[in-house]
């Protein structure tokens, strides 16, 4: 007997897809939407927010709780809008705050929740703070909401530090003063038109309080924290005496990132947010009182171990945290079951759930990674072989699906997308592309517009064609191409996501039952519950665990026993 794609594609309904608990989150999927890459209503060739707003029937059929939105707030682009000049604006080219008021309604009418991204660690150099910090000069007290320092040097010459961008060279700028003359220098971990806010300054904690209950009162359900561990650094600034200091991230606590200071900052957001009712509770229920919950944050935060990562996720902090150790670890069993159980076992303690990702619009995405050898790390240039990517990629997000606690999907990944990595020269964006020994730049690959339908200039994406070049091929993997096609990696997504609602044995819960396997080989049970992942390049034969509920490749049964293919992983539940 064959068994590949056996649970059928499920739509979803409002009241199906809001969970009433104010845990919804423990086991939420959530879909990042990159707002400039999903849908174009106006034909500019730039996404929009009334683009992600007709689209959302889609999300909601596909089967996800929540969706994450990248900013769309007022900024020159610097950065793709993670450099922001008005937190409280929307950037005319998504649209503005009506687009985004009629965003959330539709999604709490379609049963979808909304977290918007919040940029805390630095803001764009056209922010009003910033402007008049420049203009009024040394001395201004504007100056003390970032990190303004005399230079070192015969006439200051030399940066404050020998700190490094992340995007490549100095971590620090020399502004030209009022009178025309070379003066003080300002701290940006990233591009120089991001200065990093001082958050020793009270007036940066209560600027940011007010901002999250700006979009609080807009309705929104969480927040998405970039650069959460970067917000405090270490006292007076110290040198860090490498100059190489790119291979230390992830590896080492760094003096500008992930400082035990940052945690006051998080308790004080949670008792703001905590304030906040349900946005989805029925009218007049329990849940609209004060204090209920259901709204949430999500740190990104890149510390060094994942036992430092459950310190943002304390019962008084933030809710859950992404978990770049399981992004980056290779497709191969026994570094999957070790990563996966130090997750557990960190978040444990704290009563946190783990959740798990594969791809972000700051990685090559996981179609790609694992199409090319191992070893090469989380951003590649190269397209490897196509067809065992993508197998491992589907078999990768069932194994992703069925560990406990919440997973995230970046989009596109539903359509086995593959980055672009030949993309021309002159149309990247990324600004680390253009300063030289920073981060690869190559981000461009995987945030090219995703496609619609099999046909027209950009694929369904708009009628004007699309910021970045989509290639051809990706008409046949295209949503309308896709639709309805048994083996489909998009019907394989609705199927694995529609299952997760009815099978008690996936989604929340703090741990895993190990089964005996081959090596290379991935088995876990919860309840009635049982997950296979073959990581190897041969076909393996495993106990028949049941009933095949869904498999991303051709999975045969004879005797008991289960043939499971290379790069393949199959769910089974024992239940009649």
Not at 137 to 159: C, I, N, T, W
Not at 553 to 572: C, H, I, L, S
């Amino acid at each position: 007997m064959s068994q590949q794609n056996s649970a059928a594609p499920a739509t979803h309904t409002a009241v199906a897809t809001v969970a009433a608990s104010r845990d919804w989150w423990r086991d939420a999927v959530i879909y990042q939407v990159y707002p400039r890459s999903f849908a174009d209503s106006n034909g500019d060739g730039m996404g929009d927010l009334e683009g992600v707003r007709s689209r959302l029937p889609y999300l909601r059929d596909l089967g996800v709780d929540a969706v994450w939105l990248s900013p769309f707030y007022a900024s020159p682009q610097a950065d793709a809008g993670y450099d922001v000049a008005d937190y409280r604006a929307v950037d005319p080219m998504f649209g503005n705050l009506l687009d985004a008021d009629a965003l959330i309604r539709d999604a709490r009418a379609l049963g979808l929740r909304i977290i918007v991204d919040l940029v805390p660690n630095h803001s764009s150099d056209q922010h009003e703070w910033f402007k008049r910090a420049v203009a009024e000069g040394p001395g201004s007290p504007l100056r003390e909401r970032y990190h303004f320092r005399p230079g070192k040097g015969k006439g200051g010459e030399l940066p404050p530090n020998d700190w490094e961008s992340i995007f490549g060279g100095p971590a620090w700028t020399r502004v030209t003063e009022p009178d025309g003359t070379r003066g003080e220098w300002y701290l940006h971990l990233f591009a120089p038109e991001q200065p990093d806010f001082n958050w020793e300054h009270p007036a940066v904690g209560d600027e940011f309080r007010s901002i999250l209950r700006f979009w609080l009162d807009m309705g929104v359900d969480g927040f998405r924290i970039d650069v959460a561990h970067g917000l405090v650094k270490a006292d007076g600034l110290p040198d860090l005496g490498s100059h190489d200091q790119l291979k230390l991230l992830g590896n080492d606590v760094m003096p500008f990132f992930d400082q035990d200071g940052v945690h006051e900052i998080y308790r004080q957001w949670r008792t703001v947010l905590d304030e906040y009712a349900d946005t989805t509770a029925p009218e007049g229920s329990c849940a609209q009182g004060r204090g209920t919950g259901g709204r949430i944050f999500v740190a990104e935060a890149w510390t060094p171990t994942v036992e430092r990562t459950a310190n943002y996720v304390r019962p008084d902090e933030l809710h859950q945290a992404f978990n770049f150790q399981y992004l980056g670890t290779e497709w191969d069993a026994a570094e999957l079951r070790t990563v996966i159980d130090r997750t557990l076992e960190a978040m444990r303690p704290v009563g946190a759930p783990a959740t798990w990702v594969l791809s972000n619009h700051d990685v090559t995405r996981h179609a790609t990674r694992f199409a090319n050898p191992p070893g090469l790390g989380t951003q590649i240039r190269t397209a490897g072989d196509r067809d065992l990517g993508l197998r491992r990629a589907r078999a990768a997000s069932l194994l992703m699906l069925a560990l406990p606690g919440s997973a995230y999907l970046y989009q596109g990944e539903e359509l086995g997308l593959p980055d672009v990595v030949d993309l021309p020269d002159e149309v990247r964006q990324d600004p680390a592309y253009f300063r030289g020994a920073g981060q690869d730049g190559f981000r461009d690959g995987c945030r090219v517009p995703i496609p619609w339908t099999r046909e027209g200039s950009s694929y369904g994406f708009g009628d004007g064609g699309s910021w970045l070049p989509q290639p051809a091929s990706w008409a046949e993997l295209s949503v309308e191409a896709q639709t309805g096609v048994p083996g489909s990696t998009l019907e394989l997504y609705r199927s694995a996501l529609g299952l997760r609602r009815t099978q008690p044995g996936l989604g929340a819960g703090q741990a895993v039952e190990w089964l005996r396997a081959p090596e290379g080989v991935v088995a876990f049970r919860r309840g009635e519950f049982v997950c296979v992942a073959n990581t190897t390049g041969e076909s393996v034969t495993m106990p028949a665990y049941g009933r095949v509920l869904l498999a991303s490749g051709e999975v045969t049964e004879a005797g008991g026993e289960a043939k499971v293919p290379a790069d393949t992983t199959v769910w089974w539940s024992s239940a009649d």
